[in-house]
């Protein structure tokens, strides 16, 4: 189990908001939580320093290209690149120092997985560097995968069927839960249990972890394979619900050598 620190960037700056509020149509509508005012490499390079490998750049919508490009040149391998990305540019985000490409939308086709073009980004980048993005929203007892800034309802389900299916072609899952995304008010637990009973390729869970109790729960109904990440409740983004210096201690690679190093142990 791993925390997975992210960078979500809108409109140029780092921010975090109410994943379900994101809209083509209408930006007024987006619900921001917290806007800072420090570049996105200062993340990237805080993540670096603190040795955790694994967060995602996510671009919510245009205008945020920069911001990512200068992001990936502080922690070149480092960090996995999302938002936008498709056959055309999915190489070119690696070569600007992407460890991995996150894809969603683009192999999505008439509410279905477009297998042809899935199958082609996979053969073209090598499926080691693709990660596929399955966030979803809650319908009745399923959870449908949403596209187009989480606002459209694709056709397919997350199972474990599904899982199988498209595994042959990435490294990871990366599955928010789009319905508590960015309102610190717990995880969706029936989730992280249907992801912890499959055990196949990484899976990081991205939604409404707000305390300890919800990553204790991740670790739990997850079996201690489902890796997390934090947004709006970690305290370098306004939060009040968990420290990021705590996590660190906890899941940071350079301070687990450091405490190995004096005799101590992490949980």
Same mark, same amino acid.
């Given at each position: 189990?791993?925390?997975? !620190?992210?960078?979500?960037? %809108?409109?140029?700056?780092?921010?975090?908001?109410?994943?379900?509020?994101?809209?083509?149509?209408?930006?007024? #509508?987006?619900?921001?939580?917290?806007?800072?005012?420090?570049?996105?490499?200062?993340?990237?390079? *805080?993540?670096?320093?603190?040795?955790?490998?694994?967060? %995602?750049?996510?671009?919510?919508?245009?205008?945020?290209?920069?911001?990512?490009?200068?992001?990936?040149?502080?922690?070149?391998?480092?960090?996995?690149?999302?938002?936008?990305? &498709?056959?055309?540019? =999915?190489?070119?985000?690696?070569?600007?120092? =992407?460890? #991995?490409?996150?894809?969603?939308?683009?192999?999505? @086709?008439?509410?279905? +997985?477009?297998?042809? $073009?899935?199958?082609?980004?996979?053969? %073209?980048?090598?499926?080691? $560097?693709?990660?596929?993005?399955?966030?979803? *929203?809650?319908?009745?007892?399923?959870?449908? +995968?949403? &596209?187009? $800034?989480?606002?459209?309802?694709?056709?397919?389900?997350?199972? %474990? /069927?599904?899982?199988?299916?498209?595994? !042959?072609?990435?490294?990871?899952?990366?599955? @928010? #839960? +789009?319905?508590?995304?960015?309102?610190?008010?717990?995880?969706?637990?029936?989730?992280?249990?249907?992801?912890? *009973?499959? &055990?196949?390729? !990484?899976?990081?869970?991205?939604?409404?972890? @707000?305390?300890?109790?919800?990553?204790?729960?991740i670790a739990g109904l997850g079996k201690g394979n489902i890796d997390?990440?934090?947004?709006?409740?970690?305290?370098?983004?306004?939060?009040?619900?968990? *420290?990021?210096?705590?996590?660190?201690?906890?899941?940071?690679?350079? /301070? $687990?050598?450091?405490?190995?190093?004096?005799?101590?142990?992490?949980?």
């Amino acid at each position: 189990m791993k925390f997975r !620190p992210c960078i979500d960037l %809108h409109q140029g700056k780092v921010k975090q908001i109410v994943g379900g509020t994101l809209s083509d149509v209408d930006e007024a #509508a987006v619900q921001t939580n917290f806007t800072t005012g420090k570049p996105a490499e200062w993340f990237a390079q *805080r993540y670096r320093a603190d040795g955790l490998p694994g967060g %995602h750049v996510i671009q919510l919508g245009p205008g945020n290209q920069s911001a990512a490009q200068a992001a990936l040149k502080a922690w070149p391998g480092g960090l996995q690149l999302g938002g936008g990305v &498709t056959l055309d540019t =999915a190489a070119d985000w690696l070569d600007a120092g =992407a460890a #991995a490409v996150i894809v969603t939308s683009w192999v999505f @086709h008439d509410g279905n +997985v477009d297998e042809a $073009r899935l199958k082609a980004l996979s053969r %073209h980048i090598g499926p080691a $560097r693709l990660v596929l993005d399955l966030s979803c *929203r809650r319908r009745g007892n399923a959870y449908v +995968v949403v &596209t187009d $800034r989480w606002q459209r309802f694709t056709r397919e389900t997350i199972s %474990h /069927r599904l899982l199988d299916r498209l595994a !042959p072609f990435c490294s990871e899952y990366l599955i @928010h #839960a +789009v319905d508590v995304e960015g309102r610190c008010r717990g995880i969706e637990t029936d989730l992280v249990a249907l992801l912890g *009973r499959w &055990t196949g390729l !990484p899976i990081t869970y991205a939604g409404g972890v @707000h305390s300890e109790q919800d990553i204790q729960a991740i670790a739990g109904l997850g079996k201690g394979n489902i890796d997390f990440t934090v947004g709006s409740a970690l305290d370098i983004f306004g939060g009040k619900g968990l *420290r990021y210096g705590d996590l660190v201690q906890r899941f940071g690679a350079t /301070r $687990r050598a450091e405490n190995d190093l004096k005799g101590g142990t992490f949980s």
